[in-house]
């Protein structure tokens, strides 16, 4: 008869129904899973600690589930090209970045599956240290040396670098080889300050003209000056 509905056709709008209903179903089941899944590895509590030593740093966050990331970073915000992974997936996170440059900005953002966490858009900073400053070096003083007396035959004892122990009127290293060649012994202190003065040029070697304890080249001088 007409307008009758078959039992067939009645069976096929139910199945239908059914497969509508479990499609919009299973649709929202992923959603809400893939919802949970996102809100799960937000990272927060992002803390970022420069070690002393300038080179070195880290940064901790934690996540309300398990999971594994990554730390983006760089000199600029916009070229985060170093990389430091994670070893396993947890939710109290802690990355090592090295080797860094000491009293340099660095720049940062974590990064879990395809998800990016950063501050707001602009990536996480900090500042290395400026590291261990380049140790002084200790300045030795210079010892003193005794000036040879000016008066009086006292003998002297040792070797030094202002006797001119050959007299010749120049005090230099041959001075001092020929008293070490002698064992180092004594040697007559310089020529009383009240000595006269001979006659001629060759009279003014081994004589402290000036009296400072030392016999040199400006002895000679001035004692040939006083001759003319």
Not at 30 to 54: E, H, L, R
Not at 157 to 171: A, L
Request: net charge neutral.
């Amino acid at each position: 008869m007409k307008g009758k509905i078959s039992i067939k056709t009645v069976i096929v709008l139910v199945i239908l129904v059914l497969v509508g209903v479990l499609a919009v179903l299973g649709v929202g089941a992923v959603q809400t899973y893939m919802s949970g899944a996102a809100a799960g590895s937000d990272a927060k509590n992002v803390i970022a600690n420069p070690n002393s030593d300038g080179k070195s740093a880290s940064v901790a966050w934690s996540t309300d589930k398990s999971v594994q990331g990554v730390v983006e970073y760089g000199t600029s915000p916009a070229s985060l090209l170093l990389r430091s992974l994670e070893a396993d997936p947890t939710t109290d996170h802690k990355v090592s970045l090295s080797p860094l440059k000491p009293n340099t900005s660095y720049y940062f953002r974590i990064r879990i599956g395809d998800q990016v966490y950063d501050n707001s858009g602009i990536p996480y900073s900090f500042k290395t240290k400026p590291g261990d400053a380049v140790p002084t070096m200790a300045v030795v003083p210079t010892p003193s040396i005794a000036l040879i007396p000016t008066t009086g035959t006292t003998l002297v004892s040792g070797c030094d670098h202002t006797t001119d122990y050959n007299h010749d009127g120049v005090v230099n290293s041959i001075d001092f080889i020929n008293c070490l060649k002698n064992g180092g012994g004594t040697v007559p202190s310089v020529v009383p300050a009240t000595t006269v003065l001979p006659t001629g040029s060759n009279s003014c070697a081994g004589i402290d003209f000036d009296h400072n304890g030392v016999i040199n080249s400006v002895d000679m001088i001035k004692c040939l000056q006083s001759k003319k």
